[in-house]
């Protein structure tokens, strides 16, 4: 109990210095709010190539012709080939594929009679971007095709052309605000939480205190847990509050759940604390620990997804993405958000945070307790 006490009396601690400093107030409100809007406004993505899966339902010579653009085109990447309609949704759902081209049986037969064909496209509207992109090369070997088969048709066969039909999964309008917005809870708890917890070890240190934290009757592992809490709730609470405001105010769909979302946010948020207790406990003044803060979260957004499609980075940077918890948060976001998952579709984006938590708070209190000495 009297550990418990301690334990508690540090959490008070914490909340009171973080609520009385005019600064520390700025940081969990100001940044924030800022980067809340100007992301969901202004972020803009490019892409360089497209995984696609195909099913070929008409197996004919025009149907292989037309394919067969696609397979020259160094904008897409065949993954899969499909044997029937049931395999379209696990492709998409596991991101095998951002799109699948479906051909009908009575494709070629529809060009002979001089009628027009359709063409299926189901594209992944999870990432907007990527789906407009690629709807967009597709619209360009369609009109090549069309051409050619305008070209080589006889006088009754002038109606025969491909007209695409075009479906859009889990963000029909393709709009690219709900990719944008559904992650940002998770970019933006991670600056609040790196912030506060690599500042509150060194802060102690720069202000003299440090010593005072020593002698008292304290145990490292209870000085981390009292500094750890803090991060936790003003982290969770600032991507639960942008959370709504993504919902109320920019009109992003929540299809998934509420214990979901929170369960990977706190995975998330636990594995940031720790992170920024080790950057805490290396740094022996504020500026030091603000400029470790920096280091990491500008590389791990970047290498994140959040702003360019992982699938497009080399493949050395790719596997470096796995040990990056920003990457697990921004797809566990989007799924709960565009595609209504529960706690169980997204375990495989929880259980390497649960592992990097395990790691990198042990290792913090090692390193508090060794350069306490």
Known sequence: ?????????????????VLKDSKSRFVVIGPPLIQFFVFGYAATFDVKNVRYAVLDECRTTESRQLLARFEGSSHFQLTQTLSTTRDIAPAIDRETARLVLHIPPQFSRDLQR???????IIVDGRNSNVALIALGYIGTIVEEF?????????????????????????????????????ALGGIISMVVVMILTSLSVAREREFGTFDQLLVAPFKPGEILIGKSIPGIVFGLADALIFTAGAVYWFG??????????????????????????????LSMTMQQA?????????????????????????????????????????????????????????WPDIWPLILMAAVTLPLAGWLFRHRAK
Not at 150 to 175: C, F, H, K, T
């Open 114 to 120: 001089g009628v027009s064909a359709e063409l299926g």
């Open 252 to 281: 992003v769909p929540f299809r998934g759940t509420i214990p979901a979302l929170v369960l990977a946010l706190l995975c998330f948020i636990v594995a940031m604390v720790g992170i920024g207790l080790l950057v805490s406990s």
């Open 290 to 346: 603000l400029l470790g803060a920096f280091i990491f979260m500008m590389p791990s957004v970047i290498l994140s997804g959040f702003a360019t499609p992982i699938a497009n980075m080399p493949q050395w940077l790719q596997s470096g993405t796995l040990i990056n918890p920003v990457r697990y948060i921004i797809i566990a976001l989007r799924t709960i958000f565009l595609k209504g998952a529960d706690a169980a579709a997204i």
């Open 146 to 182: 069309n051409r050619q088969v305008m070209q080589a048709s006889s006088p009754d066969r002038a109606g025969a052309a491909i007209v695409r039909v075009e479906r859009a999964w889990y963000n029909e309008n393709l709009q690219s605000r709900w990719f944008i917005v559904s």
């Open 1 to 17: 109990m009297d550990s418990l006490y301690r334990i508690i009396a540090l959490i008070i601690k914490e909340f009171t210095m």
